[in-house]
Every structure is written in C-alpha cells, then in structure tokens.
C-alpha cells in the first residue's frame, strides 16, 4: 500500500495510535465509533431521579446535550479514542489509621496532570505528523462526556453493578481518558456481555448503601460524593457510616473479585505520595495558605480546605478517641470557618458520648 494510501487507512491509522499510546504508558486502547451512545438513556434516567445530588451543573442543557452528541465539543468528530492508566492497587498501610483514608486514585499526584502531559503530546503528533490537517482534543474527566460509556463501546470493559468500568485484566484501578478525533478510524468491538454475573459483593459491602440496585447508584449516599463533591455540611445521619474516609471511597472496588489481580501503576506519580508526620489531628492545623501548600499537586486541593477539614472532624468523630478531643475543641473556638466548627462540635460529642458508653443523648454540640 503506498504511504499516502496507509496514512489515510482508518486501520492503519488506527494500528499507529494504538501503538503511540502504549509507547506512552497506557496500559489499555481502545476505539470507539461515532454513533449514538446506549449510556445515554441510563445517564438520563439517573438525572430524572434526582440520584446526581447538589451535582446541578450535570443536569444543565449545555452538559446534556454535549454528553448526547460530542460533536458539539469537537465539529465533525468521528472517532474516540480511549484509554486505560492504572493507579496503585496497594493496600492501605498502619499509617492510614493515623491520617484517616484517601481514595488510591487520589493517593498521588493529581491524576488530571498525570493524563495532561501523556494525552497532549498524542493529540498534538495526531494533528500534526500523523493526520496534517485533522483536530484532536484529549479529555479525562474535564469535560461533557459520557466516558464510561465510549470506554464499554471501545472495549476496555463492562460497567460493572457498582457503575464503574472493570476490565478483566485491569479490574476496576484505573482511570479513563480520551481524544477525539475527527476522522474515522477502524473501531473495536464491544464485549459480548458484562462479567458481573451475580456477584452482589459491592451492593452488599457499601457503608451507606449507595448502590440502590445494580448498575444505579444513588450519589447522594455515595461516600465519594459526600467527601467531594458536596459542599455543605454531611448530612448527620450518614456521618456515622462514613468512618474514616477523608477523600473519597474504595470499598466496592476493595471487595471486587476482578481486582484481585490488578497491576501496580506503572507511572510513579500516580503511586501513593507519603504524608509523614501528619495525622488527622494535625490536619485540623491547616490554614488556607498550609492547606494549598500541602495538596498543591494533588486531587484533594479541589475540595477546599473547609471540606477537606469537614471530613477530617467527621473521620475523628467516627475513630472516637479521646486524644483528639483538644483538636476538636480548638477547631470550635479559633476555626474561622463554620461548616468545619460545625463537624468539630459533632464529632467531639461522639467521642463524648463513646467515652460515655451512651448513645441516648441527641448529637450536636
């Protein structure tokens, strides 16, 4: 095939940028075609039922009709790449009891900057050196897309009961990316058929009861929801089931029998960074300024400080040891801000009420 010819092939295309990923560091390709998403309908149905939370902007007319046709993001789209990157699979460590628990995609460097700099520089040599005149645009949770579902489409797995993409090799460790692009390419094939079968393990294991049925869950029950993405005080009923969970969840993930077997990250920066030193208690230290300073280069500054304290508190109330009761009352008195003062006075009336040995006493401080 002469070279003009393979270079508009859409296989031979195809073969090449999956061959560029790899190179990359990727640990999983696929293609997705341009055609109506089945995903569609069941994204739909869970912002009908309210099920997205205080999440409002998800059910705005600009995010719902660009997660119903991409090509209002890129004109003339016609192909979507996807891909896989693994996060560190390791169990927690003794040090987590002191410092509470972060879910593993967050444990590292900010995973957003992680996919920028291996996505962007494959976007650019597809426009560039590959396709001289196309268009690509690289995503990874950073836009309007459906990704779980282009990422079924393109092969790289099955959502599972939890709602969440596993992978036979890969289990469920791993984040989602994308670049699409607007020329065809040849298109993977879906799987036949999901590989849940009738585990019921993560509906069984949630500590707040999330996923109401399988493949629905329900974010306003989610620990990863409450711990992010709300930004108010955590409802009280649900404190207690949180534990101590200060960003984010992995307990469907944890009890997922495909993950048992899921590879290390092979980028560093997504391995778990070290936080000698600081401990729950510690963390109540932190002002705007050390707060910034501390999770400059990761996910967890997207919470905020007053969050990200919020769940501190909540994580201390749940432990219930009396050691963090002088924590928790300087919180109350100096905290300049309330929803942390808040979740300092309920947690410190249940260590209270854990050293009491009651439970009778109405929560609140």
């Known amino acids: 095939m002469p070279p003009a010819a393979a270079a508009a092939d859409p296989a031979e295309l195809a073969r090449r940028i999956k061959a560029r990923v790899t190179a990359a560091g990727f640990d999983a390709v696929g293609i997705a075609a341009v055609t109506p998403l089945e995903a569609r309908a069941h994204y739909e149905a869970w912002l009908a039922a309210g099920r997205h939370g205080a999440m409002a902007w998800l059910a705005s007319n600009k995010h719902r009709e660009r997660r119903a046709d991409p ?78 579902g282009w990422a079924e489409r393109a092969g790289l797995g ?29 298109a993977d094939a879906p799987l036949d058929h999901e590989r849940c079968g009738t585990c019921a393990r993560c509906i069984e294991a949630c500590p707040t009861q999330a996923i109401v049925a399988p493949y629905q869950l329900d974010a306003r029950r989610c620990i990863s929801y409450l711990t992010i993405e709300l930004q108010g005080p955590i409802p009280r009923e649900l404190r207690p089931l949180i534990g101590d969970w200060i960003f984010g969840c992995d307990v469907c993930q944890d009890v997922c029998p495909w ?56 994580a201390l109330g749940n432990r219930g040891d009396r050691s963090a009761a002088p924590a928790l009352a300087r919180a109350i008195a100096d905290d300049p801000d309330a929803l942390v003062r808040e979740h300092a006075a309920w947690a410190l009336d249940e260590i209270e009420r854990a050293a009491a040995g009651s439970s009778g006493r109405e929560p609140g401080r």
Do not use: Q
């Open 71 to 148: 090509s209002r993001l890129l004109a003339g789209l016609r192909s979507v790449v996807c891909v896989a990157l693994t996060h560190d699979p390791a169990r927690y460590e003794a040090r987590d009891r002191r410092v509470g628990r972060i879910a593993r995609y967050a444990a590292g460097e900010d995973y957003h900057r992680v996919m920028r700099d291996l996505l962007l520089p494959i976007e650019r040599w597809i426009e560039r050196e590959l396709i001289p005149g196309s268009t690509a645009l690289w995503y990874s949770d950073t836009g309007a897309i459906l990704e779980r």
């Open 158 to 186: 099955w959502v599972g009961k939890h709602s969440g993409i596993l992978g036979e090799r890969l289990g469920s460790w791993f984040l989602l990316g994308e670049i699409l692009v607007d020329r065809e390419l040849a």
């Open 259 to 314: 993950n048992r077997f899921a590879p290390p990250a092979r980028d560093a920066r997504l391995h778990a960074r070290a936080l000698d030193g600081w401990t729950l208690e510690r963390f109540l230290t932190l002002d705007e300024a050390g707060f910034a300073e501390l999770f400059a280069t990761s996910a967890i500054r997207r919470v905020g400080r007053a969050g990200f304290l919020r769940n501190v508190c909540v």
